[in-house]
């Protein structure tokens, strides 16, 4: 079965403008997380969807908000952009519910704030 | 919450087991112990995970110490395909619904020597 999909893999964006991106999960499942992947930083939990509605929160200021549609669909934005936001942003997918198994990433969609 | 530690880097010669070790001291109950590793410019990808007892499966071996606060992650014959970085990860759940909350570490780059 496909796997899970992010769009756009790659996208330049200046400071103060804002970006959506979109993740399909795999089929079937239901619920979509969502990381920051920096240098720095390594992997960090920005938040997890189930069911259209947000179910667990990182640390992340409010410029960064996302949703789930009711085909699980994901997506994720970023408001006024700062150079620092500059990363690989990663989505995942998972059964939902009591699920305690893999997450199954995407590739990623690689952010460049100038 | 939670956290993990893992040593930055770590080699090992090819064809030779390797033992990855992660320290979660805090770690809770309900929190799973799951491993990933990710190649270059690709997203994480599931390795193994367990919660009290050792794991095995086709790709390593979970060895988790008996009061849980670390855990080490068993590659029986590494191979030049296994160079990655490894995250090892606590992911707990959260109430009935299973919704969870999930804590990365910077993880161990592994460099396979030939």
């Known amino acids: 079965k496909a796997g899970v999909t992010q769009t756009p893999r790659y996208l330049i964006k200046t400071r103060g403008q804002q970006v959506t991106l979109s993740c399909s999960p795999i089929s079937g499942h239901r619920s979509v997380s969502w990381y920051q992947q920096t240098p720095g930083q390594g992997l960090q939990f920005l938040f997890e969807?189930?069911?259209?509605?947000?179910?667990n929160k990182g640390n992340f200021p409010g410029r960064f908000s996302g949703r789930q549609f009711s085909n699980s669909r994901s997506e994720m934005n970023v408001s006024t952009l700062e150079l620092g936001d500059s990363a690989l942003y990663l989505c995942?997918?998972?059964?939902?519910?009591?699920?305690?198994?893999?997450?199954?990433f995407g590739e990623g969609s690689r952010l460049t704030v100038l | 919450d939670a956290k993990t530690t893992q040593p930055n880097s770590m080699e090992s010669n090819e064809e030779e087991p390797v033992h990855l070790p992660c320290n979660h001291s805090?770690?809770?109950?309900?929190?799973?112990i799951h491993w990933y590793r990710q190649l270059p410019s690709q997203g994480p990808e599931y390795v193994i995970h367990g919660l009290t007892s050792n794991v095995n499966n086709r790709m390593a071996s979970l060895a988790i110490a008996e009061d849980r606060k670390s855990s080490t992650l068993i590659l029986h014959r590494a191979t030049l395909r296994d160079a990655a970085v490894y995250y090892c990860i606590l992911r707990q759940f959260m109430n009935s619904g299973g919704y969870q909350k999930v804590t990365f570490g910077i993880g161990t780059k592994l460099q396979v020597i030939p």
């Open positions: 969807y189930f069911s259209e509605t947000q179910r």
């Open positions: 805090t770690i809770s109950g309900t929190d799973y």
């Open positions: 995942a997918s998972r059964g939902g519910g009591a699920d305690t198994g893999e997450l199954f």
